[in-house]
């Protein structure tokens, strides 16, 4: 049977494909699946599979109207020498806690994940409705994104890329990531000015009818590759049945076991990930979400009101510096009992007003949730602690994870075993972690410290990193916000 998709905000659906290929439905809601679905299997038969073959089982259930042949060949184009370890997901037991390790791909953060497929269910979403144009993907990016999202488009055929990203907005060495960038279908785009101005260059550019129709002349139309598209939100159910099946491999944790799986949240959508694979049947038992100081997600789980209405804060974990968590839409969708009416109403007040509270009802919902936060102090302990103890080093983010897990263990005196989600190389945030572990490498240079970090941690310098020490700029376009449009027009050759 064909699963469905339908908005959050009206009645309005899509199959699978046409909801990969819109991105948001066009009343602005986001595409959720009519009902969850199960694994197919038992998941004891899925000890001792690869990755890939976990990541079939998984999307096949999700993306229905894709053939077995369709699914399968994107898979094996995503999940491939991309990777720099042949488990693509591997698992580091440390400190008390599973490490799922999300971080082995080309631009070493999590986002390589969903979006090293992405590109593959996208052409395949066009080819299989009758779509002629090339897909050109806009992205403005705050450093992370724009990278991974290049990394996963580059050279895949009938699809282009164009990235806008705050020029002297990113770290030196995302900047650097993404103007080394090869593949002939890119194009680099830095601004001057920040990154909502980016954002709001991107969003104008997508809602402009007359361009739109220059394109579709041309054989051209846009697409997206945020994080609230389905296509996007499938690919990271796969690691974590993907875990369970390995730990119940290796002898961790028995048949039908319950595990907690801890994950440092942003935009929500890695953790409701998480959300739908317990849904699928995976024997998960809390949800604990782990913020940075933007803890809009911990006053919400506590309160029941979410309430954007506060300082914006710049933290170690920027990745995570998020005061719209998007996502959450599709939580608050499904515990409002599916009611497009009531989401709307939540969603609207939240744009009018900065917050919306939910009732006691849909509050009962979330009891599988835990939040809770970590503060900056307590981020770069937690990396020190950790390095100290056992010699293993995790970045910014993990480390927001692993804080919040030491709170919940200590709050609740629960010892069930847990994943904590691993989403991002120590190499990618080198400052911050080693800052963290010792004061005296803030003396060093970026590549010094990379080298550092190399020695101490005993894990090798990752391609990513060492492919940009020495890589050649191949983009240095920079153009003023309001020239954001004639950019895309003369890349494309219009
Ligand atoms: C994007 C990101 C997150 C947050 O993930 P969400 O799905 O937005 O919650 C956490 N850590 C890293 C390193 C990221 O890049």
Redesign the pocket.
Known sequence: MELMYKSTRSNETATASEAILKGLASDGGLFVPVTLPKLSVDIDELKGMSYQEVAYLVMKEFLTDFTEEELKSCIAKAYDSKFDTEEIAPIVKADGAYYLEL?HGATI???DMALSILPHLLTTSAKKNNVKNEIVILTATSG??GK?ALAGFADVENTRIVVFYPKGGVSPIQEKQMVTQKGANTHVVGIKGNFDQAQSGVKAIFGNKELEKELDAAGFQFSSAN?INIGRLVP?VVYYVYSYAKLLAEGEIEKGEKINVV???????????AYYAKNMGLPIAKLICASNDNKVLYDFFETGSYDKNREFILTT?P??D?LI?S?LERLIYKIAGCDDVKNKELMTALVTEGKYEITEDMKAELKDFYGNYATEAETADIIKAIYGDTGYII?T??AVAAKVYKKYKEATKDETKSVI?S??SPF?FTRSVMNAIDPKYDAMGDFELVDELSKIGNVAVPNAIEEIRTAPVLHDTVVEVDEMTDAVKKFLGL
Request: neutral net charge.
């Open positions: 971080f953060a999590f986002k992370d994104t991974a994080s990271q994950v440092p949240t942003g935009n929500f959508g890695n953790i409701l990930a974990s990745s995570m998020i968590s996502n970045d983010h993990t989600a989403t991002a990618k």
